[in-house]
């Protein structure tokens, strides 16, 4: 099972731009990259997937290298909102009901400050 | 169209008595998962129920079973609970083979 690394925190400041690094070296070829918030006592939310080159929604940018061993979640003119925990995670569906165990780790505790 | 629902919310127990939790999957999703998250750290997950089966199981005693009805409503049971069982449970639910995982708000349990 592909494992992640992420830093364990990091501040920002409002207005600015976040870009949040996961490694995950020993990725398989049918893994797809996906991202989510967690705010605290409250269900994580999904952010982002991709599997390659760079996905875009109206929430965050997703950056994936040629080489797939790491990815980078880009968070535009982050507000006070934004202060949640980021988990990076590494997996794929192989058919309906048996999903691949996705590792979560201790994800990237994001503050943002006035 | 309602979100992934948990019941309780909060819940308080003591060693060695059972619990049951409970998690309606939002509407068209026939996938539950369930996690238990401490503080502090990433949801570790326990098992996941397809077509009313146990598909996946985590590194979870035989303490921890599960259940889901035809209409993908999912239960979560946990006997003889310990102090360490105390952590926020999570119902994920998702459709076939979509990546995307919805959450409901979970429920915080407590053991006394």
């Not at chain 2, 146990?54 to 079973?65: A, I, L, M, V, W």
């Amino acid at each position: 099972l592909a494992k992640t690394t992420q830093p364990i925190s990091m501040d920002s400041y409002e207005g600015q731009e976040v870009n949040i690094t996961c490694s995950h070296n020993n990725i398989a070829t049918n893994d797809y990259i996906t991202w989510y918030q967690q705010f605290p006592s409250q269900g994580p939310r999904f952010i982002i997937q991709g599997y390659k080159t760079k996905v875009t929604n109206e929430v965050a940018s997703l950056f994936i290298p040629a080489d797939r061993k790491s990815s980078t979640l880009s968070l535009p003119r982050v507000s006070l909102s934004d202060t949640a925990v980021y988990y990076c995670l590494v997996g794929v569906v192989l058919n309906a009901g048996n999903n691949r165990k996705l590792i979560w780790g201790l994800g990237t505790s994001l503050a943002v400050n006035p | 169209d309602a979100g992934v629902t948990q019941s309780p919310t909060h819940l308080i127990k003591t060693r060695g008595q059972q619990v049951t939790l409970r998690c309606s999957p939002k509407s068209g999703h026939d996938t539950v998962s369930w996690y238990q998250q401490a503080l502090g750290q990433g949801p570790q997950f326990i098992f996941q129920y397809y077509e009313e089966e146990e598909r996946q199981r985590g590194n979870f005693p035989d303490r921890f079973s599960g259940h889901q009805f035809p209409n993908y409503i999912s239960e979560l049971n946990v006997t003889a609970l310990l102090l360490g069982d105390s952590a926020l449970y999570l119902c994920a639910s998702t459709q076939g083979t979509n990546e995307k995982l919805f959450f409901g708000s979970g429920t915080q349990l407590s053991v006394l």
